[in-house]
């Protein structure tokens, strides 16, 4: 098997999305590309940068390739619904996690750190945290059904066609 195809296989392409996805959230967030290259990749901000990438994935590819097929395409919409609320909190408390452990893994307390209490943990989960996930289940959902979509009308098209030609 070539590095190519099984760079495919196991859908390895979709690694540099989430990184830049997140590069460009927080540069958005920041104001500065710079600043936020020296954040991930010199200060004790990586280890909070790894947890949104980790987890917001998770919660993505969780509804992307078990709650859509299952319960979205089946019909139980009150259902997928309830499951994709619930992913989305739960990302976020794993989010919000990322910064109480890069906080005791670096050297700086927390408030050094963050420039807030650790006490803090309902505003970083709401303001910080919950906002993000949505944001990126939003686009990666976005992204699955607008390729879904795409594939079946292709399908349809193909099938009008051979349908014209046996006519």
Known sequence: MSVKSWIIKYK??????????????????????????????????????????????????????????????????????????????LTGIGVTSGYYVSAYLSDLSFEQLYNRSPQDYWEIYCVNALSSTAASMTLAMSIKLAKNWIQADQKQRMLEKEKLKLN
Do not use: C, E, M
């Open 12 to 89: 390895l392409y979709h690694i540099p999305f989430w990184f830049t996805y997140h590069i460009i959230w927080w540069t958005i967030n920041i104001g500065s590309i710079s600043t936020v290259f020296d954040h991930i990749f010199h200060s004790a901000y990586s280890t909070k940068f790894l947890f949104y990438v980790i987890f917001q994935a998770i919660g993505a590819y969780l509804n992307l390739y078990f709650f859509i097929p299952r319960f979205l395409y089946r019909g139980q919409y009150l259902l997928y619904l309830g499951l994709v609320l619930g992913t989305i909190a």
